[in-house]
């Protein structure tokens, strides 16, 4: 036996081992990795459903600003109010964000846009530009989150709904 032929022999039987070794390595990772995504999706569903019962049971809307008809209607009160905080002003500025955001829902019908825009209004709360409703708060400790966003999301409801008319019902 040759030289070249020892040293071929010697790195075909350490080669092999090793290439199986690292397939096997790899796959482990690939298989930890599918096993995360299917993780994440479970809780991203349960997120959801959570997220869409709180706020489907939020009744703390102040009724001078919304009317409790079918579907829920800003009253002169509610456009003044979001009027006097600027909200129309901020959500202009930012629609895109609040647009994204019910997008990411991907609603059906009127009523899956209503919940995301009310929701939108809580998972936006922390942005920049929404600092104006922490200073609105603190200034007005009647008021909170809970009570405001009904009113802020039929407004961004109302304004999806005019750039989407494909959703009818």
Known sequence: MSLLQIINAIVVSIGVPVLLGAAILVGRK??????LKTTVNKIKVN???VS????RNNTNFNPSELQAYSPLKLTPGGEKFIKDI???NV????KDD???YINCE???????VELSAIKSISALYDKEYMNFLKVFFYNHPDRNLQDTAPTLGVYVRDKYLSEH???TQ
């Open 86 to 88: 600027g909200f129309g």
């Open 52 to 55: 869409d019962f709180l706020t």
């Open 91 to 94: 959500f202009e500025k930012n």
């Open 165 to 167: 008319p494909e959703i």
């Open 30 to 35: 690939l298989q930890i990795l599918d096993d």
């Open 106 to 112: 991907s609603p059906k019908l009127k009523y899956d």
């Open 47 to 49: 997120i959801k459903v």
């Open 98 to 100: 609040f647009f994204k």
